[in-house]
């Protein structure tokens, strides 16, 4: 199943149920950062976000990929999907391979068993495949307490939309992340990059597709590429998502 252009639920029920899903099911990270740190994150994702795996590489990079193997090949608004084949190369060359849902089901309107089951099908291919699948970010964004509570004994992590910075004692079962999207999504990825270095904090960037007409998901690689230089040059060092929780 390929999944459409999305737009959360923005009543006040859905508010106030996001707000509340961050305060419970807590799991505090423990981090021992030497300098503050970027990790570059890649959705779906779309075959033109494998290919910008190169940019990274050339800084020394390697990116975290939160994969759908549902979506396989399959063709949506953001262009081809990444196949098995992409997704072992990724994983080859270093890049982290982690975890959407397998159909990119929305975590928080699936039911219980519907989530796991999807989820245990998801770890199964990635891993097959060479990832480690041991982080996860949630579809859409979308999260609920029953979510987060389920999923957490499964994951290393699992990734909010939220944008934020990590610092220790940070909530591993919902991380915040920054996205890098639309006409203002380098400029304010670029405003958090400078906030994690005056604060000496982990920050999370996430984008879909790659390319030089990208959706309103996306960036471009241009985009991309000076984003990494700045980080590098502000002093940040770039780690895939395991890579900072594994110190």
């Known amino acids: 199943m390929t999944p459409q252009p999305y737009s959360a639920d923005a009543g006040l029920g859905a508010k106030l149920r996001r707000r509340y899903a961050r305060l419970v099911h807590r799991r505090p990270a423990r981090l021992a ?10 959705d779906d994702a779309p075959a033109s976000a494998a290919t910008a795996a190169a ?16 979506l ?41 068993v519907a989530l796991l089951a ?7 291919r990635l891993t097959a495949l060479g990832g480690s699948a041991r982080h996860f970010a949630f579809p859409y964004g979308e999260v609920s307490p029953v979510a987060k509570a389920r ?18 004692g940070g909530d591993l ?36 597709d790659v390319s030089d007409t990208p959706s309103p998901w996306g960036c471009t690689p241009a985009a991309l590429d000076r984003l990494a230089a700045h980080a590098r040059a502000a002093g940040c060092a770039l780690k895939t998502v395991g ?5």
Not at 55 to 70: K, P, V
Not at 151 to 168: K, N, P
Not at 177 to 196: C, L
Not at 243 to 247: H, I, K, S
């Open 118 to 124: 999807d989820s245990e099908r998801n770890v199964t």
């Open 151 to 168: 999923l957490a004994d499964r994951y290393g992590s699992l990734r909010g939309v939220h944008a934020g910075l990590v610092r220790d």
């Open 33 to 42: 950062l030497t300098q503050p740190t970027v990790s570059f994150t890649f």
């Open 55 to 70: 940019i990274l590489e050339r800084h020394q990079a390697r990116g975290t990929y939160y994969l759908c193997a549902g």
């Open 173 to 208: 079962n919902q991380l915040p992340a920054v996205g890098i999207e639309g006409d203002s999504g380098e400029a304010v990825a670029r405003q958090w990059i400078d906030r994690a270095v005056e604060t000496h904090a982990w920050l999370i960037l996430f984008t879909h």
């Open 72 to 112: 396989f090949d399959e063709t949506g608004h953001m262009g081809r999907y990444i196949n098995a084949a992409e997704a072992a190369d990724l994983a080859g060359r270093g890049h982290e391979i982690g975890c959407h849902s397998h159909g990119h089901i929305d975590a928080h309107r699936a039911g219980e």
């Open 243 to 247: 890579e900072v929780l594994d110190r």
